[in-house]
């Protein structure tokens, strides 16, 4: 029996399963039966693993390759690589979903949806024709509640130097996993020049495409793409001020950190009653753990290309900015190493241990907003610890 006719005798629909190809490698035992595959999709890896009432390729052939899928997420078609989706996702078709991705419940993009090494806490929402790789995005309190990217937008995560240490934060972790936060809304037809910050409750207008950080929330912001005409000479090669860039994408670390001891910690007991929900919280630290691999990368890159920056020995005004970094970077890579390496193990509390041990093991979303405030409070206090102590780093 080939692993298309063990599927289907676990109860798999293949609507036309002449057209289906199943890889070897796939485990028959973690798709779930019920799931409904549609024709010209093909699956595979030994870990995909597809829970109860998915839909794939309703719209168009899907490819599925070692990703994880809770319970009634629909992949309408595209690619989809290394990635976990928990229950309720929804993609349109023609995605293209690359590794490190992590959606959470609820959380969805439209049509024609690029992403990799992004992070949607529930209920976030992409229109269409979008490219939003490098980011965690969050905030929001329920499905008409949400923080939404609206169509046409990009995340710009390329410099002309060169490098990808451009990861953008839009809301954050030791707030945005307690579901309780204004959303933001990142205006269509726009964009988002990483690395930046948002705040929660932020409105990004349609058309415009944002550089910089917005540290107040509840703020409508909009600003002249650029202030006047440029014509003048640049080197590629040449670096100016880091100082902000180097902050934010420790911050983003922090905040990757904190998420992987929020799914250690408090999210574990809900993602154990069934092997499909136990893949996904597997899933979700192994995309974590690729995040922050790529982001150690993206920084070790920028300190050699600010190294060589300083060898063109130009005119720079924030020549000592970038001496020290390049300074201190041997010290800062191992100190994030060792976080990186040390999270399974770090402390927890014991007023966190006494409020995980008191939380019901079903309904995470609705357990999480049913927390007290004093409560809600102690949580976000706790996880704030790791971009606290990420951030201060830098100095």
Not at 122 to 146: E, Q
Not at 176 to 184: C, D, E, F, K, S
Not at 215 to 235: F, H, Q
Request: aromatic share 6%; glycine share 10%.
């Amino acid at each position: 029996m080939n692993p298309l006719q063990h599927l289907q005798s676990r109860g798999v629909t293949f609507l036309a399963p002449e057209t289906t190809y199943v890889a070897a490698d796939v485990n028959p035992e973690r798709v779930a039966p019920g799931v409904t595959v549609h024709p010209g999709c093909r699956l595979g890896g030994a870990e995909l693993s597809i829970g109860p009432g998915c839909v794939i390729g309703a719209e168009a052939p899907a490819t599925v390759v070692n990703c994880q899928l809770g319970a009634k997420v629909h992949l309408a078609g595209g690619f989809f690589d290394h990635a976990t989706f928990l229950d309720g996702f929804k993609a349109g078709s023609g995605a293209h979903v690359r590794p490190g991705c992590l959606f959470e419940e609820e959380s969805s993009i439209a049509h024609t949806v690029g992403v990799k090494q992004t992070v949607f806490l529930p209920w976030v929402a992409s229109g269409s024709l979008i490219n939003f790789c490098d980011c965690l995005m969050a905030g929001g309190t329920g499905r008409k509640n949400h923080s939404e990217i609206g169509s046409s937008y990009i995340h710009f995560n390329f410099t002309p130097h060169q490098d990808k240490a451009t990861a953008s934060l839009i809301g954050d972790v030791p707030r945005g996993v307690l579901l309780n936060q204004p959303p933001i809304f990142l205006g269509g037809q726009g964009g988002l020049v990483g690395p930046c910050v948002i705040e929660y409750g932020t409105v990004i207008p349609a058309g415009q495409v944002w550089r910089g950080d917005v540290a107040e929330p509840g703020r409508l912001v909009a600003k002249p793409s650029l202030r006047s005409t440029i014509n003048t000479p640049y080197d590629p090669r040449q670096y100016h001020g880091i100082t902000r860039v180097v902050r934010n994408n420790l911050l983003y670390v922090g905040n990757i950190l904190a998420l992987d001891l929020w799914y250690r910690v408090i999210r574990n007991p809900f993602m154990q009653a069934d092997p499909y929900q136990s893949a996904c919280h597997a899933g979700a630290r192994r995309r974590l753990a690729e995040i922050l691999d790529e982001r150690l990368s993206r920084l070790d890159e920028l300190a050699t290309k600010v190294a060589q920056s300083l060898a063109l020995a130009l005119p720079d005004p924030a020549e000592a900015e970038h001496r020290a970094f390049v300074a201190a970077w041997p010290a800062m890579k191992e100190a994030l190493a060792g976080q990186l390496a040390a999270r399974a193990a770090a402390a927890v509390p014991e007023a966190v241990q006494v409020l995980a041990a008191s939380l019901p093991q079903t309904e995470y979303l609705k357990a999480i907003q049913s927390l007290p405030p004093e409560a809600a409070q102690t949580l976000a206090a706790w996880l704030a610890a790791c971009p606290a102590a990420t951030a201060a780093l830098q100095g």
